[in-house]
């Protein structure tokens, strides 16, 4: 079986610019390959948004052009509220998402059982 449904769920914390950038390309090349792709923000991933969408920075093209493709699907609800950049988050156009019975955490189980190969980074 070859997984053609992919999510990429961003944690990188602030330090991590290497994983955060890198779950961008690995979206976007997967995207580009046909694959199904969903990507999303997650723990302290959440303040990815923010930085990438500064025009200063060097990876805002990129994010960008990611953004332009559809793929980035939303920002973990309840920890955008604990690292409070929730506002910020929907400022860059990405909708919060929270699944209920696990306190508005993104639907990770949900997620698997659609069919998705979780990559988290």
Partial sequence: MVADKFLIVI?????DVGKAVHGLLYGQELYEAGCEVEIVFD???TQWPDEFGKPEHPFH?????VM???IIKGGCQ???GFFEVAEQIENAGIPLIGNEGSGG???FGQ???D???PIVL
């Fill in 68 to 70: 332009k493709s559809g």
């Fill in 115 to 117: 069919g998705f190969l």
């Fill in 78 to 80: 309840a920890c955008s």
């Fill in 61 to 65: 093209a990129l994010f960008k052009q």
């Fill in 105 to 107: 955490h993104i639907p």
């Fill in 11 to 15: 944690q990188a914390n602030q330090q």
């Fill in 43 to 45: 723990g302290l991933g």
């Fill in 111 to 113: 997620y698997v059982k």
